[in-house]
């Protein structure tokens, strides 16, 4: 048996939401959602997840052709046709969201709970956020307030960080 928690993000009918029991997991988000599970209970689950041992279907046979096999039959015949049609698989996301300013703090939280977290608690996936502000001001920025955002925005690495005249 294994001697360690596993992990979910959640329950849902029944089943954990993002099971882990020991490892393939980079990086987990730990919030009021996240079960540790007894080490017990997520050795059983993790068996009742688990597919049947069955054999890869179509079997490539010696005589180029292939083999399906169901309940124990075997059926020799030709090799398996390609699919057609498949579409290839999506490898980039793009989103673009615009937040409400007074509220940006619990709005860009929630965008980073419901949806970066979707990506980066699976490997492999690099995740790139970037940040776009834009502000206007109808009667124009006073120097105290340009000085400060340069200032801050030189700071938190914000390239290009500009104002301009409209």
């Not at 393939?24 to 597919?51: C, F, K, M, N, W």
């Not at 052709?65 to 169901?70: H, I, M, Q």
């Not at 419901?114 to 608690?121: G, H, K, N």
Request: proline share 8%; charged share 25%; hydrophobic share 35%.
């Amino acid at each position: 048996m294994k001697e360690y928690f596993g992990l979910a993000a959640g329950r849902d009918d029944g089943r954990y939401v993002d099971f882990t029991f020991g490892g393939g997991r980079r990086s987990i988000v730990i919030d009021d959602s996240l079960l540790l599970i007894e080490p017990a209970t997520a050795g059983a689950y993790e068996e009742s997840i688990r597919p049947p041992d069955a054999p890869a279907y179509p079997i490539e046979t010696p005589f180029g052709g292939s083999e399906t096999r169901e309940g124990g039959a075997t059926a020799v015949g030709r090799p398996a046709p390609k699919p057609t049609g498949t579409t290839p698989a999506k490898t980039r996301f793009y989103g673009c969201a615009s937040i409400d300013p007074i509220l940006a703090k619990i709005e860009f939280n929630k965008i980073v709970d419901e949806v970066v977290a979707q990506f980066t608690s699976r490997s492999g996936i690099t995740v790139t956020i970037r940040v776009e502000i834009s502000a206007e001001d109808p009667g124009g920025f006073d120097e105290n307030l340009k000085r400060a955002v340069r200032e801050n925005s030189a700071l938190l690495g914000f390239e290009p960080a500009e104002f301009e005249m409209e």
